[in-house]
């Protein structure tokens, strides 16, 4: 049992909810095949004769078989998130990968021969209450029936992914897992490099960005050929699959048609001006004659506030509590129970992520705790995902996972509550400001940085399957042209700025992911507005919408809230709210005269 006091480097996951041995993992497996071979044996070729009560049985039968390879999967990634310099943890995660995956073959047929069903005998049996159940996952499987392929050709398709995307994938994070950068005499993780870039220290700063630059030339040459096979391989699935252009299958996946994510996406380029607006003001409050690229996370005040482990924890769940006692209660398990993993470690991945498991057992959230208060933000983010995922175990394991499209609107929303709560604390006009500053900061990253790496990975996958293999140079071409095009004059890109797209796993792990971020945090801004608006009834409400899952469309189950996604002014009216923020950061600037200090003796010109 975790204490209340601990320091964040004593913070360790035990997954011994999940196996106790690896021993137990390799039976566990077995034991999926045997079921796997035996559902096979019963259904295959029959799918498609199947009435609603037997179909029922059988997708009952397929859901355990699917708990047991989604734990095993888990505890693998797990284990290996966090040594992935460990060989042997290496060999296990691609040993279950390889074991799932030859499962899963044995199981594809239910996905060809459903998809196979003529559009009225699938309307039938979508009717009948005894599918109630699984009707969600039915229906969206349904719809992707053009892009399935023949059972043969859709196991040779998921044998050949783990020599191939997954591969890569796996080599690219072990990369950068194993890679130190040198500053000043110390070899830093990545993580910890790019901490120094919240710094209020401008040299350290400059001296950071160059150094995680020079450990990305190094690595020059095998990222950028990572980024092109898997764009090569994701361009040859799309053909083979028939989608008409490279981000259909992740709007497929999505839940949301592509006319919504174009309008997304128009929406937010449109209004680049308040990322100009913005940072013109963060210039101004810093006392900088011109802002570059290193400057842009920079506090607005000297000093950063340092946060032991166990003042986030309580920040977080006192925001929580505020908010439903629910939320806390269910937040507060994953301290008490060695749910997190937030230690700074060797080999460690970077970031932080909250993993869903499967319903049968519980999340687990991977931080890189370095005591900043953007490391609290992200504790509440994480946490977010996490109670999300937990009270969403009420769901069979087709729908307890969400689409990407919802599934920030948990975490973001945490965030918001935390900010809020940390705001209402605060009277004096200079802490404020900072906290409202980096709140902008935060908020221009989640919505503008990430449509604008959408627009990045737009000109690379176009390129790539119009024009064959990229150089780096080309690459950094596509990356500063969507960079610059978003800060609109406002920050200076150094030429070191050209090699950071080299590090992002997003563009590689799930490619046309970023937007969901963007979609996220508009919807949370939504639903925070009228969380302000609305009765008691609110947070009951919410937290049923997160006990859903992936149960239904998402515009169906946020629409419960009040929220109307398919409504043209839906985008513009939470831009209207960052708007909002900025307008109160320039008033809260004005209440405070005195120019911020460097505190570094730095020129004002780099």
Request: aromatic content about 10%; overall charge negative; proline content about 2%.
């Amino acid at each position: 049992m975790a204490t209340q006091h601990q320091d964040a480097s004593e913070v360790r996951w035990s997954l011994d909810d999940l196996y106790d041995s690896t021993e137990a993992l390799q039976n566990d497996l077995s034991d999926a095949d045997r079921a796997a071979d035996e559902f096979a044996e019963r259904y295959r070729g029959r799918i498609g004769e199947l009435g609603a009560e037997a179909l029922a049985e059988a997708l009952s039968t397929l859901a355990g078989i699917q708990e047991r390879l989604g734990r095993a999967r888990a505890y693998a990634h797990l284990h290996w998130s966090t040594d992935t310099n460990d060989a042997e943890r290496g060999a296990l995660l691609q040993s279950v990968r390889e074991t799932v995956e030859r499962i899963q073959q044995k199981l594809v047929f239910v996905e060809t021969e459903w998809t196979a069903l003529d559009d009225e005998r699938a309307e039938a049996l979508l009717a009948h209450d005894a599918l109630d159940e699984y009707q969600h996952y039915l229906e969206t499987e349904f719809l992707r029936k053009d892009h399935i392929l023949s059972e043969e050709e859709e196991k040779v398709l998921s044998e050949k992914s783990i020599t191939g995307k997954d591969a890569w994938t796996r080599f690219f994070d072990e990369t950068l897992g194993a890679a130190r950068f040198e500053l000043n005499g110390e070899e830093l993780t990545q993580e910890e490099i790019l901490s120094k870039l919240y710094e209020p220290n401008r040299r350290l700063r400059r001296t950071a960005a160059l150094a995680f630059t020079d450990g990305l030339k190094e690595r020059k040459r095998a990222l950028t050929f990572v980024f092109n096979t898997l764009l090569a391989d994701k361009a040859s699935t799309d053909r083979l699959r028939g989608y008409d252009h490279w981000l259909e299958s992740r709007n497929l996946s999505n839940e949301v048609d592509d006319a919504t994510v174009e309008t997304l996406i128009d929406a937010v380029t449109g209004r680049y001006d308040l990322v100009a607006r913005f940072y013109r003001l963060k210039k101004q409050l810093l006392g900088l004659d011109e802002l570059y690229d290193y400057d842009r996370y920079a506090p607005v005040r000297e000093a950063d506030t340092e946060y032991e482990w166990h003042e986030a924890r309580a920040l977080v769940l006192h925001a929580y509590e505020d908010f439903h006692p629910d939320m806390a209660q269910a937040a507060r398990r994953f301290f008490d129970d060695e749910w997190i993993d937030a230690a700074l470690a060797p080999g460690k991945r970077s970031g932080a992520f909250s993993h869903g498991v499967v319903p049968s057992a519980h999340p687990y959230v991977l931080l890189n705790y370095t005591g900043k208060a953007r490391d609290v933000q992200t504790l509440a983010h994480e946490l977010g995902h996490g109670v999300h995922q937990s009270l969403a175990r009420e769901q069979n394991i087709f729908h307890h996972g969400t689409p990407l499209t919802t599934a920030e609107m948990a975490s973001v929303f945490g965030e918001m509550l935390v900010f809020q709560r940390l705001m209402e604390q605060e009277d004096d006009p200079s802490n404020r400001l900072a906290m409202l500053v980096a709140k902008i900061d935060d908020t221009l990253a989640t919505v503008f940085r990430q449509v604008a790496m959408n627009r990045f990975e737009h000109r690379i996958h176009t390129a790539r399957r119009e024009h064959g293999e990229l150089t780096p140079d080309r690459f950094a071409e596509h990356w500063m042209a969507t960079q610059e095009a978003m800060f609109d004059g406002s920050v200076t890109l150094g030429d070191h700025y050209r090699h950071w797209w080299s590090y992002i796993p997003h563009f590689l792990h799930t490619p046309g992911y970023v937007y969901a971020y963007a979609f996220g945090e508009l919807l949370v801004l939504a639903l925070h507005a009228r969380y302000e608006e609305a009765d008691a009834g609110f947070a009951d409400q919410y937290l049923d919408l997160l006990r859903a899952g992936g149960a239904d469309w998402p515009h169906v189950l946020v629409g419960q809230m009040g929220v109307d996604l398919t409504d043209d002014d839906f985008w513009q009216k939470g831009l209207s709210q960052i708007e909002t923020l900025i307008e109160q950061a320039e008033a809260l600037a004005g209440q405070t005269p005195d120019r911020v200090p460097r505190g570094d003796g730095a020129p004002r010109r780099s």
